[in-house]
T-cell receptor, first 116, second 110 residues
Framework: GAVVSQHPSRVICKSGTSVKIECRSL??????MFWYRQFPKQSLMLMAT?????????EQGVEKDKFLINHASLTLSTLTVTSAHPEDSSFYIC????????????FGPGTRLTVL | KNEVEQSPQNLTAQEGEFITINCSYS?????LHWLQQHPGGGIVSLFM???GKKKHGRLIATINIQEKHSSLHITASHPRDSAVYIC????????????FGKGTLLTVNP
C-alpha cells in the first residue's frame, strides 16, 4: 500500500500559537485528502475533505478559519491549527485517497497535539 | 445511536485463540474498511471490502450486505495482534466520507 508520512509526530505548544501539520504521500498521487481528529477513547471524526484544485469542504462544527487546510499538491497537504487552545489538544490524522468510492484510503501515522 | 456499532468493545484472548470482532451498520454503504490502530496511534488499513470475503495471512474479513454486518477474524492470535481494530464504512454514490466505529481493543496475552 501507499506510504503516508506526517510531520511532526508530536507537538506541544502554548495556547494562542499556531501549529502546522504536514501530510505527505511518498509514492502515491492523491486527488482527495482527508483530515481526521481523534479525542481520547473516541472514534476518528472527519474534519474536512479536500480535492486537488479546489477548497476544502469542512464538516459541520469544524471552524474553517481555525483549521486551515492547504492541499498544495497531489502529494502534500497541510493543516494549520490557528490560535490553538487546550481543547484543540487531540490526535490529528490525515489520509489520502484517489477520490473513488471504491478505492481505499491510506492513513498517515498521526500527529499528537498538546496545547498548554 | 451510532451508525457503526462494533462488538465487543474490549476483548482479551490467550495466544493462539481464534478471534472474532463484529461490526454492524445502519446505512447504505459502498465499502467497509477494517483498520488497525496500535498504541502509538498510527492507523493501518487491513481490508476494504464491499462483498464476500477477503483473506490476508491470519486475518479474514467477511461482509453480508443484506444483513449490514461484517466480521474480522484473526486465526492463531499472537500478542503482536494487540491493538484497536476499527470498522469504518463509506457511504454510497459520490460520498467518500468514512464513518467510524468506536473500535475494539484487543489484548492477546502470551
Amino acid at each position: 500500500g501507499a506510504v503516508v508520512s506526517q510531520h511532526p509526530s508530536r507537538v506541544i505548544c502554548k495556547s494562542g500559537t499556531s501549529v502546522k501539520i504536514e501530510c505527505r504521500s511518498l509514492d502515491f498521487q492523491a486527488t482527495t485528502m482527508f483530515w481526521y481528529r481523534q479525542f481520547p477513547k473516541q472514534s476518528l471524526m472527519l474534519m474536512a475533505t479536500s480535492n486537488e484544485g479546489s477548497k476544502a469542504t469542512y464538516e459541520q462544527g469544524v471552524e474553517k478559519d481555525k483549521f486551515l487546510i492547504n492541499h498544495a499538491s497531489l502529494t502534500l497537504s497541510t493543516l494549520t491549527v490557528t490560535s490553538a487552545h487546550p481543547e484543540d489538544s487531540s490526535f490529528y490524522i490525515c489520509s489520502f485517497g484517489k477520490g473513488s468510492s471504491t478505492d481505499t484510503q491510506y492513513f498517515g501515522p498521526g500527529t499528537r497535539l498538546t496545547v498548554l | 445511536k451510532n451508525e457503526v456499532e462494533q462488538s465487543p468493545q474490549n476483548l482479551t484472548a490467550q495466544e493462539g485463540e481464534f478471534i472474532t470482532i463484529n461490526c454492524s451498520y445502519s446505512v447504505g454503504i459502498s465499502a467497509l474498511h477494517w483498520l488497525q490502530q496500535h498504541p502509538g496511534g498510527g492507523i493501518v488499513s487491513l481490508f476494504m471490502l464491499s462483498s464476500g470475503k477477503k483473506k490476508h495471512g491470519r486475518l479474514i474479513a467477511t461482509i453480508n450486505i443484506q444483513e449490514k454486518h461484517s466480521s474480522l477474524h484473526i486465526t492463531a492470535s499472537h500478542p503482536r495482534d494487540s491493538a484497536v481494530y476499527i470498522c469504518a464504512v463509506r457511504g454510497g454514490g459520490s460520498n467518500y466520507k468514512l464513518t467510524f466505529g468506536k473500535g475494539t481493543l484487543l489484548t492477546v496475552n502470551p
